[in-house]
C-alpha cells in the first residue's frame, strides 16, 4: 500500500475484506497490517531477513486507490523452498503486538555455520 512520506517503502497489509457504497463507488479494504522489523519495539535484529515482516494485531480500514498491487508473504518453511526469491515475495515468522511489542512465538531457531541455536526474539 501506498505510504503518506513516498520517500518509505510501500506498505504491505492483508486484505480481510472490500467493501464499497451502493453505486460501486468509494471502496474501502479493511486490512491487517505486517510490520517490517525496523517498525517494531526493539527494531531489526541480526537474525532478521531482509524480506521478513511480522503478521501484526493492528487492524484499519483504507481506501482502495492506495493500493499499489500484490505481493505474497510466504511460511518461512515456504519461503525457503522457493526456486527463486522475486520482489514480491516476503515471509513471516511471527505475529506480533504492536501495543505491547511481544512476539509470538517469542523464540525461534536459528541456523550459525551449521549449528542450531535458540534464539530469545528481542531481549
Not at 468509494?26 to 526493539?42: A, T
Not at 511480522?54 to 481506501?63: A, I
Amino acid at each position: 500500500m501506498r505510504p503518506a512520506d513516498q520517500s518509505k517503502p510501500q506498505y504491505v497489509s492483508r486484505i480481510e475484506r472490500i467493501e464499497a457504497d451502493a453505486r460501486g463507488g468509494n471502496v474501502k479494504v479493511h486490512v491487517r497490517w505486517y510490520y517490517r522489523p525496523e517498525e517494531s519495539i526493539g527494531g531489526r535484529r541480526q537474525f532478521h531477513g531482509s524480506k521478513e515482516l511480522f503478521l501484526s494485531d493492528h487492524y484499519d480500514v483504507q481506501s482502495a486507490d492506495t493500493i499499489e498491487g500484490k505481493c505474497t508473504v510466504h511460511s518461512f518453511k515456504s519461503y525457503t523452498k522457493l526456486d527463486a526469491v522475486g520482489n514480491d515475495d516476503f515471509f513471516c515468522r511471527f505475529e506480533y503486538n504492536s501495543s505491547t511489542g511481544s512476539f509470538n512465538p517469542d523464540r525461534v531457531a536459528v541456523y550459525v555455520n551449521f549449528l542450531l541455536i535458540s534464539v530469545n526474539n528481542f531481549e
